[in-house]
């Protein structure tokens, strides 16, 4: 694809078709998404690569969440929807002593993140990026092995052949750009 193509057409994808990407084209998303921008060349991200054991525990504990909070439809809803997911992911940013430097590393992370969904998007992989309630609790940390006193999770991603590719609009350019004498 061009550029423009890419940047236009990408989109966040709800439903997937029941094939895994392979591991190889994930490896290579990760590869080129660390050549994100990066203030100090910190290299604050970590990307969590989930086998089946781990997002099955995430779904349960996404089942137990919602099951709390909105009863059990939903939540069976949720186990219906979640464990047809074929591919997981986390991104982490690594936490900064400087307020500055941990805002600019979530800005890398976010960048990195970018690229590896426009690289996989080309490669007719779709990528949504999710920041759900599961995401913040302790016992998500607990699943992926990651210590919330050393990093904090910027990202679920979800990865997969599309199986729809929703629209999405944007704003007209004029109510965004501010133009400077
Ligand atoms: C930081 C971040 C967090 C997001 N979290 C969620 C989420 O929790 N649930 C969700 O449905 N979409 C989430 N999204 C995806 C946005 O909803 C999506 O990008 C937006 O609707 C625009 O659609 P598009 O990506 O197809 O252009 C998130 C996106 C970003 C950048």
Redesign the pocket.
């Known amino acids: 694809m061009k550029t423009e193509e890419l940047l236009r057409s990408?989109?966040?994808?709800?439903s997937f078709k029941p094939e895994k990407p392979p591991e190889k084209l994930i490896r290579k998303a990760i590869d080129l998404a660390r050549w994100a921008p990066n203030h100090h060349l910190t290299e604050p991200w970590r990307f969590y690569l989930l086998g089946s054991e781990t997002s099955q525990a995430i779904i349960e504990l996404n089942t137990e969440i919602t099951r709390q909070k909105k009863g059990h439809t939903a939540a069976e809803k949720k186990l219906k929807k979640w464990s047809e997911i074929p591919g997981w992911l986390v991104v982490t940013v690594v936490k900064s002593d400087d307020p500055l430097q941990q805002q600019e590393d979530y800005a890398a992370c976010?960048c990195a993140?970018?690229n590896l969904s426009l690289f996989l998007w080309d490669q007719g992989v779709g990528v949504?990026?999710?920041?759900?309630e599961v995401?913040r609790d302790p016992a998500f940390y607990d699943l992926i092995w990651a210590d919330p006193e050393i990093e904090t999770v910027?990202?679920?991603l979800w990865y997969g052949y599309p199986k729809e590719i929703?629209?999405?609009q944007?704003k007209p350019i004029e109510e965004i750009m501010i133009r400077l004498p």
Do not use: F
């Open positions: 990408r989109r966040t994808i709800n976010c993140i970018h949504k990026w999710t920041t759900g995401t910027v990202g679920l929703p629209n999405s944007r």
